[in-house]
Structure formats: C-alpha cells, structure tokens
C-alpha cells in the first residue's frame, strides 16, 4: 500500500482492502475505516482502490515519497 497526505474536508469513509473466506467459506470483502484529515501523519491506502484513485484525480490524496522524507529527517538530524 502507498502513503498519502490529505487534503480537503475532514471525512471518515470506509476502503476496501481485500478479501477473506466468511464462515460459510464465501468471499467476503474486507473494509478499513479511515479519518481524513488535512494535515495528519500519512496514511496508508491501496493505490489499487477506485475510490482511491478517484480522490488522487482530485488531488485529495497525494503520495508521500517516503525516500525523500527519510533523507530530510537524516539531514536534520546532521545538522
């Protein structure tokens, strides 16, 4: 899964995040409840979700380039 910043309203919205064998052995979709809220820690998200994507197309959720983080931290860290 990626990491995203948000940006936009606050929300709660539920994301599907898999699948797993109900009791029954059935298919059963697997939901991960998510707080958005502008300015929080990023979170991680299938990139692969439509809604997801959607909000990437709306520039709602931007990727975090976690690489790019970690040199800064080491670089404040140095100095």
């Known amino acids: 899964m990626a990491r995203y ?7 709660h919205i539920s994301i599907a ?8 052995g059935e298919l059963q979709s697997e939901f991960k409840d998510v707080a958005l809220i502008p300015g929080a820690d990023p979170l991680e998200l299938p990139a692969d979700n439509d809604v ?3 909000m990437i197309d709306r520039r709602q959720l ?10 800064t931290t080491k670089s ?3 100095g």
């Open 62 to 71: 931007l990727e975090v380039d976690d690489a790019a983080a970690k040199s």
């Open 17 to 24: 995040v898999g699948q797993k064998k109900g009791p029954d």
């Open 76 to 78: 404040a860290k140095k």
């Open 52 to 54: 997801v994507k959607g």
């Open 5 to 11: 910043i948000y940006h936009g309203p606050v929300q």
